[in-house]
T-cell receptor, first 117, second 108 residues
Framework: GAVVSQHPSWVICKSGTSVKIECRSL??????MFWYRQFPKQSLMLMAT?????????EQGVEKDKFLINHASLTLSTLTVTSAHPEDSSFYIC?????????????FGPGTRLTVL | RKEVEQDPGPFNVPEGATVAFNCTYS??????FFWYRQDCRKEPKLLMS???SGNEDGRFTAQLNRASQYISLLIRDSKLSDSATYLC?????????FGQGTELSVKP
């Protein structure tokens, strides 16, 4: 199947710093990527839909100025957590839609575990 | 009401057991349905799609009842490697809506 990578796989940062997470589709082009967040023992919550060449669409309750999304190419979307705080510590997962198969399957990246001290 | 509700779990079963997971969804406009499995601290992986007529893939059988807005997953002859969290995922409005999952632990 299609491959999606994320970098870094884990990051520890101090409160107040910004952290950038990259999501890449390695063997297909993705006009649409999604960013999710998952807290322990909870479901994946969609944060935003990232569209190549246009502004991201954020879900209700997600601060667009805090979680900056840039989808500058068909294979790369980035999520920047600005002024991170301990409550932002979570598992961040991206996914990308591949249109090459029989239906538009979403392929998930391996996730980035963020710990804010 | 939550958009997706799943059995709370965890399910602890011996190898070889048959286990069934239940899921209900609230939005009747949901277009497609999937079961994903998620291993601890990993990303979710697609297990199977769910079709109206029901579908089977080896030891796994998925069923959909649109009238009741109910989805199920049956695992026969459980293996140790089936231990994971199983996520019920309707697709609606261009988005996957994840349930909180049901944890399965298969013991020797």
């Amino acid at each position: 199947g299609a491959v999606v990578s994320q970098h870094p796989s884990w990051v520890i940062c101090k409160s107040g710093t910004s952290v950038k997470i990259e999501c890449r589709s390695l063997d297909f082009q993705a006009t649409t990527m999604f960013w999710y967040r998952q807290f322990p023992k909870q479901s994946l919550m969609l944060m935003a839909t990232s569209n190549e060449g246009s502004k991201a669409t954020y879900e209700q309750g997600v601060e667009k100025d805090k979680f900056l999304i840039n989808h500058a190419s068909l294979t790369l979307s980035t999520l920047t957590v600005t002024s991170a705080h301990p409550e932002d510590s979570s598992f961040y997962i991206c996914s990308a839609i591949s249109t090459s198969g029989p239906y538009n399957e979403q392929f998930f990246g391996p996730g980035t575990r963020l710990t804010v001290l | 009401r939550k958009e997706v509700e799943q059995d709370p779990g965890p399910f602890n079963v011996p190898e070889g057991a048959t286990v069934a997971f239940n899921c209900t969804y609230s939005n009747s406009a949901s277009q497609s349905f999937f079961w994903y499995r998620q291993d601890c601290r990993k990303e979710p992986k697609l297990l199977m799609s769910v079709y109206s007529s029901g579908n089977e893939d080896g030891r796994f059988t998925a069923q959909l009842n649109r009238a009741s807005q109910y989805i199920s997953l049956l695992i026969r002859d459980s293996k140790l490697s089936d231990s994971a969290t199983y996520l019920c995922v309707p697709y609606q409005g261009g988005k996957l809506i994840f349930g909180q999952g049901t944890e399965l632990s298969v013991k020797p």
